[in-house]
């Protein structure tokens, strides 16, 4: 069986989706870590859009962090990440697709947002989000144990996961928190971060805030800033 090899950066929580995904299956993989602020040449044939992650599995190469999600789902089954019904396999997807377009989009607009009124704005939309992800995500679906899903991890529990951990930058910066009553949402965060594949690619909030500061005052220049900007 061919090595998987993973492109990454430690300070991407979309890589580190990946990463968690390839620790929880307990695949051998080989880490390629890729200086965002000084990209190499040949990156471009690797990473059509200029981003980590990527993954190569033999003659596969794939991009974007949560098809390689469900790729590597698909190669390797065990253990299994998705739920067995298809109804809930929708739901599955329905939360990826929410953490992607609604979630992750909030969480980085209020960073990058410079004026006041704007934060404001986008600090709302961010609170509506978590009231919806306790209220019908966690309080509806996790009945039956501590994951969104209920007893057993899921390829939703890791696409949020990571901007979890990089709550601490956005609450040092925007002075942005968790609402208290989305008490359920703080215990999965808690469970969340006792999982060894966790514990094998955390940071400190320190790094996270070093990390984001030309998020917050809005000086990035990398693609994905520069793609945020635009929406
Ligand atoms: N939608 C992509 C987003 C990946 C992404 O934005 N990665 C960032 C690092 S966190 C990146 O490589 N950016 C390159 C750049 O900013 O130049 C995914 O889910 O994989």
Redesign the pocket.
Known sequence: MPKVKIYS?SA????QRSRLVLLEKGVDFELIEID?QNKPDWFGEVSPY????VIQFGDDRI????IINEYLEEVVPEPPLMPGAAGLRAIARIWIDFANTKFTTAFYKLLLSQELEKQQEWEEELQQHFRLMEMEGLRKLSEAGPYWLGESLSLVDLAFYPWFERLPALEYYRGVAIPVECFRLREWWMVMQLRDSVQATIQSAEFHIEQYAKYANNSAS????QELRRY
């Open positions: 950066a991407c929580p979309f890589a965002l200029g981003k980590v992650p991009w974007e962090s949560t990398g693609v994905t800033a």
